[in-house]
């Protein structure tokens, strides 16, 4: 069996790949946005079968502030430009903290102080690994829906 995979933001969605040998296909979706696909599926004889148009919209991100104010804190401490009161950290705004207490911990030669700087930058990689990747989620969430539609349409 292949597939042709229709997909796109207009209510006909155009043709986004065709003879596709698998029931899956990656696409980028935008949060704010409604999307729209169908898939027909051809078998070796030549005979296909269309699926219906179907529809998801992408919310808008949202941010919740579940991160501790000390963490944003720290974040704030090596990295100037981040304002922990009104922001939250995004992995770029940790990776720059942390950037900035490498090379603050290289400048400094006391030994409690570079513990000190050795400590926060545990605590900054933990953060950065623990932010969501919402690009990531976004295109996962986009591959999910079609890997399901494409099952169906077996």
């Known amino acids: 069996m292949t597939y042709d995979v229709y997909f796109g933001v207009s209510e006909n969605p155009p043709l986004r790949a065709s003879g596709i040998p698998r029931d899956q296909l990656g696409v980028s979706v935008t949060a704010g946005k409604t999307y729209y696909w169908k898939v027909v599926v051809r078998d070796e004889k030549g005979a296909s079968n269309e699926s219906d148009i179907w529809r998801f919209s992408v919310k808008d991100e949202v941010v919740l502030d579940n991160i501790n104010d000390t963490k944003e804190q720290l974040v704030s401490k090596y990295n ?6 009104t922001q939250t ?21 006391d030994g409690e102080v570079r513990q000190e700087i050795l400590n926060d930058v545990t605590e900054l990689v933990g953060l950065y ?5 919402y690009e990531a989620i976004l295109a996962i969430a986009g591959i999910l829906i079609l890997t399901v539609v494409l099952k169906r349409s077996r």
């Not at 100037?80 to 009161?85: E, N």
């Open 89 to 109: 950290p995004s992995k770029q705004e940790v990776l720059q903290a942390l950037i900035g207490a490498v090379i603050l911990y290289f400048k400094t030669s």
């Open 80 to 85: 100037p430009d981040f304002d922990w009161k």
């Open 129 to 133: 690994f623990a932010l969501p990747a």
